[in-house]
């Protein structure tokens, strides 16, 4: 039986996950912090990389190349353990190609594998790795850096 402290970390780190999203999505780069540990380790697919300026560095490479975005996250689930937690949580990541190329479209599916700390701000994403499932659309939405996913 969960204790009322876990369902309130779950709750919090749900609505983490939530605040992400709506980063990427309003591209509000000096927010990741709100939602990653500074020393955060990552694998987007690309291998191991480090810190949330590397982090930044690479949605920006992807996301200031495109328009709108719409990241959906969904059949979250999450395990707390005192000072630790892990989720999994489905993502579906839309985008819009930009100006003459806005009627292009590129979409992402896959799972968000997330390791949490509490930390004195809250929680904050120490580790993530994201398993891409599909890819639908022109990559070429995201600009020359998706080549590799053709």
């Known amino acids: 039986m969960p204790t009322l402290q ?3 970390d779950a709750h919090a780190i749900r609505e983490t996950l939530a605040c992400f999203a709506r980063i990427l999505d309003s591209k509000r780069w000096d927010a ?3 939602v990653f540990a500074a ?4 694998n987007y697919g690309e291998g191991e990389q480090q810190g949330v300026d590397a982090l930044r560095a690479q949605v920006r490479r992807y996301l ?3 328009g709108n975005t719409q990241h959906l996250l969904g059949s979250i689930s999450i395990d707390v353990d005192g000072d630790r937690a892990v989720s999994r949580s489905y993502v579906q990541a839309r985008h819009q190609g930009f100006g003459d190329r806005a009627n292009l479209f ?3 599916n896959g ?3 997330d390791q949490w700390t509490r930390c004195p701000q809250g929680w904050r994403i ?4 994201a398993k891409w499932q599909m890819h639908m659309g022109t990559p070429s939405v995201l600009g020359k850096t998706a080549d590799r996913l053709r």
Request: glycine letters at 0%.
């Open 111 to 113: 799972e968000y594998i």
């Open 64 to 66: 200031d190349a495109c």
């Open 106 to 108: 590129f979409d992402a």
């Open 32 to 34: 990741l912090e709100d």
């Open 6 to 8: 876990t369902l309130l």
């Open 39 to 42: 020393d955060l380790n990552f």
């Open 126 to 129: 120490s580790r993530r790795d």
